[in-house]
């Protein structure tokens, strides 16, 4: 028989049983998932997400988001842990991270599905449920102003740091102490020679803000005393600057604040 045929015959049984299995199966099996009411009256889930929330798909994507985070939450069969030298499945539910497992029919709307594939930090596919703005600003601004230990990249990028008007800060600036402010995107202190003038400067003012809300009064002379004063004081928020979201943090926050996959129930995803 013809060598040519052959070949020919059987990279075209190949190709086409994956093309068959792979591609054309599933979209049959797929085509036509609904959204789902429990009953007639209920509101569909899920939801095409719109607005600032659509929008901050786009930064999600450009901002490299995927590369460390998962959105699926994975099954009670799966993910172990271990308790008491027992086995046990289902970390992800267990950790919080969805009421049950997610399927398909919850990434109904996304364009492009972000199920990622590596898992450096938690995985976000119900993290909406988890925080609220004020956190999320200010963990993607700097993770570690909420979590000392993260390893998360900084996206101080996305805010701007800007001069307070008329004593009056925005509504969205970011609550945070100055240690993060003064120098937006890093952990700032002042030097030694800094900190004698600022002491010089507004000491007065420092210590009587310090005196009122600290448990133990500390001798502000000691040495003791003016480290303290200096922890204290860089955890007050900046009087003359400002850290506002800019129009990408503000919608990278509504998307991650409506991911919400793993809380209404589905008839398919029983674990
Ligand atoms: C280099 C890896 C990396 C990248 C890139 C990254 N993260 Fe993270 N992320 C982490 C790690 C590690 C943690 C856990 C520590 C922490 O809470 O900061 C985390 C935590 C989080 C959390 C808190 C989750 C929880 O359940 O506590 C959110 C929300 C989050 N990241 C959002 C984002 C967004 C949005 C982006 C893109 C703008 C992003 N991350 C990019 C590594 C990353």
């Not at 209920?42 to 659509?54: E, M, S, V």
């Not at 991270?97 to 990622?116: F, H, I, K």
């Not at 996206?155 to 240690?179: C, D, N, P, S, T």
Request: proline share 7%; hydrophobic share 40%; glycine share 8%.
């Amino acid at each position: 028989m013809d060598r040519g045929m052959v070949i020919f015959v059987g990279a075209l049984l190949t190709f086409s049983s994956s093309w068959l299995g792979l591609v054309l199966y599933p979209y049959w099996q797929l085509q036509n998932e609904q959204p789902y009411a429990k009953s007639p009256g209920d509101d569909p889930y899920p939801r095409p997400l719109a607005g600032q929330a659509l929008a901050g798909v786009r930064v999600y994507q450009a901002n490299g988001c995927l590369y460390c985070h998962s959105q699926q939450v994975r099954s009670e069969k799966f993910g172990n842990w271990w308790e008491d030298g027992q086995m046990k499945t289902g970390a992800d539910i267990k950790r919080g991270w969805g009421a049950r497992r997610t399927v398909s029919r919850d990434y109904l709307y996304d364009r492009p599905t972000m199920l990622g594939t590596m898992r450096t930090g938690p995985d976000l596919a119900n993290v909406g449920a988890r925080y609220a703005e004020p956190w999320q600003h200010n963990h993607t601004f700097n993770p570690r102003a909420v979590n000392s230990w993260s390893v998360m990249p900084s996206f101080a990028f996305l805010y701007a740091r800007e001069k307070v008007v008329g004593g009056q800060k925005a509504a969205k600036a970011l609550k945070l102490g100055r240690e993060w402010t003064v120098d937006p995107g890093y952990r700032w202190r002042p030097t030694d020679r800094q900190w004698e003038a600022i002491l010089a400067a507004r000491g007065t003012a420092i210590r009587q803000a310090h005196l009122a809300g600290a448990v133990a009064r500390v001798d502000p002379d000691s040495p003791a005393g003016r480290a303290e004063l200096l922890e204290f004081w860089l955890t007050t928020e900046e009087e003359d600057y400002q850290v506002v979201p800019t129009t990408a943090a503000d919608a990278l926050v509504a998307y991650l604040l409506a991911l919400r996959k793993g809380e209404t129930p589905l008839p398919e995803a029983k674990e």
